[in-house]
């Protein structure tokens, strides 16, 4: 028996931000010691999310180096899924506009929910239409994809679609438990009508720790004169800063591979933030030979 479906209307306002609690493990460096206790009495605990190459997948807390803007702190705790749970939020755009590629988007969900799921794997799903619903979350795989199957794609006319307020919906959905947090975006990209601007949306993603990945799907070009991105390129720059993924219109095998290689390179990273006052804070992620890993570039404090 799969387990009941229950539809609630998106929250398009705005919520506080939810601050992350983590085990901490104590390291000494005997060079600074002054200068570690001092961050150690009056530091709060953080978190970020990264995305490690598969040559980097056995690091370890010793091995990541956390910068806030410019004060370099040991990090303290480096995990993984099962380790900890994984909440991945799959939204679904459905507008009139994409009527000749919903199907395609489908395919896609249903691969990523076949490929990723497992114990301690929960998924939300959400379509953006004339009436965006969100799912239940739920564990068990058949649901989520009989939630898939039953979109139906708008057949009126052309109109604007609010993806911020969707995607916002689902950075709030997935925070609500601890975990790798992730919100995979399938569609043609382009906002419209929404409440919740663009900076807000980042600061969400930035607050909860959340990897945003986005996978534009189109019947059309997505790019303009001189090949400048035309559609969904605010949320480019959102997967970019927030260790995850962005593709314009791939083949479904393709996409389905490149996505999910991502979302199980995932680490939530934990570290002691030097005692600040609430706002955004610049954030570097590096190995000891100097890499850089793909990590958020910013931490919201509230």
């Known amino acids: 028996m799969s387990e009941p479906s229950r539809l609630v209307p998106l ?39 990264a995305r490690v190459d598969a040559k980097s997948a056995g690091l370890t807390s010793r091995d990541i180096v956390v910068s806030v803007e410019k004060v370099s702190v040991p990090a303290t705790t480096i995990k993984d899924y099962p380790e900890v749970p994984r909440n991945i939020a799959i939204v679904i755009d459905a507008g009139p506009d994409q009527m000749k590629v919903l199907s395609k988007e489908k395919d896609l969900a249903v691969g990523l929910i076949n490929e990723l799921a497992g114990d301690g794997t929960t998924f939300t799903i959400t379509n953006v239409g004339a009436l965006p619903m969100m799912h239940a979350p739920t564990q068990d795989r058949s649901v989520a994809i009989e939630h898939i199957c039953d979109i139906a794609g708008d057949n009126g006319k052309r109109t604007n679609l609010a993806i911020y307020d969707a995607i916002g919906s689902a950075l709030r959905q997935v925070s609500i438990d601890y975990g790798l947090r992730a919100v995979i975006f399938i569609g043609e990209g382009n906002d419209g009508g929404s409440k919740l601007p663009y900076a807000a949306l980042r600061n969400l993603a930035e607050s909860y720790q959340v990897a945003f990945f986005a996978t534009l799907v189109a019947d059309h070009s ?81």
């Open 11 to 49: 929250n398009t306002g705005r919520s506080a931000c939810l601050p992350s609690v983590v085990g901490v493990i104590v390291t000494i460096i005997s060079i600074v010691p002054f200068a570690l206790r001092a961050v150690k009495a009056d530091s709060q605990q953080c978190s970020v999310v």
């Open 222 to 302: 997505l790019r303009g004169t001189k090949s400048i991105l035309r559609y969904g390129w605010n949320l480019r720059e959102l997967a970019s800063d927030t260790a995850g993924t962005f593709l314009e219109n791939p083949k479904t095998q393709l996409a389905t591979r490149r996505l999910t290689e991502s979302v199980r390179h995932l680490r939530l990273i934990a570290f002691e933030m030097p005692s600040r006052q609430s706002g955004r804070y610049k954030i570097s992620v590096k190995s000891p030979q100097g890499e850089r890993l793909q990590a958020q570039k910013a931490i919201v404090t509230p």
